[in-house]
């Protein structure tokens, strides 16, 4: 037990149990105010790592939505995409318009390259090229022309086939294997040279005339 002098006149005693349920009281108030402290000190650290933290990357699971064909998740998940490549890959696969999708696969490749989506973006641009190559044989295979575009010649048949991908929503075109070199033409023909030359200029790829095969 022990004597307290409170003002030097009056003696306050105070048993060893009252200071100890003092001492608790403190800790426990000394706790509180840490946790709050804490609580108060969370979000902000929360926000700082929204932004300098990394993206989220939805990659692999695009690829299981888009190989099990579930447009729907693919709906789902459209808005919680951040990074460039997977939103426009996003917006590709769920577009009905076949030129748009092109053009999004294509600048998913030449924009925003990356090594989990760009085999899904190249064969997305093949079969677009088949399927339009295909509409267009028909459209002109009762029509005789004399004239085609020509934008390159290639040793190599892939390098053909890669830049029949980026050519693939401007013009249908198609690979000519002649004399060794594959040559990326133009499916359609023109009866005249003005016609050619009229469908050149609204292509962003340099071209020259040659005689339809």
């Known amino acids: 037990m022990n004597i307290w002098h409170i003002g030097g006149t009056c003696p306050v005693t105070i048993t060893f149990e009252q200071r100890s349920t003092t001492m608790y009281v403190l800790r426990r108030a000394l706790q509180a105010l840490f946790l709050l402290s804490l609580i108060h000190l969370v979000p902000l650290l929360d926000s700082e790592a929204v932004e ?16 099990q064909d579930k ?21 590709a696969v769920l577009t009905e318009d076949g030129p748009k999708a092109a053009r999004l696969y294509q600048e998913q490749l030449s924009s925003h390259p990356d090594p989990l989506l760009d085999q899904l973006s190249r064969s997305r641009l093949r079969s677009y090229a088949k399927a339009v ?9 009762a029509a005789v022309g004399s004239f085609t575009l020509q934008f ?21 075109a198609t690979i000519y294997l002649e004399n060794g070199l594959h040559k990326v033409r133009s499916l359609e023909k023109f009866s005249n040279r003005e016609q050619a030359e009229r469908i050149a200029a609204g292509i962003p790829f340099n071209a020259f005339i040659t005689a339809a095969p």
Request: glycine fraction near 6%; charge should be positive.
């Open 52 to 67: 300098t933290g990394e993206e989220t990357s939805y990659a692999s699971l695009i690829l299981q939505y888009v190989e």
């Open 71 to 91: 447009v729907y998740l693919l709906e789902k998940l459209r808005n919680r995409v951040t990074r460039p490549a997977e939103k426009l890959l996003v917006e």
């Open 133 to 141: 190559g295909a509409k267009q044989e028909k459209r002109t295979s």
């Open 152 to 172: 390159g010649s290639f040793g190599s048949r892939s390098n053909a086939e890669e830049f029949l991908q980026r050519l693939a929503p401007h013009i249908p």
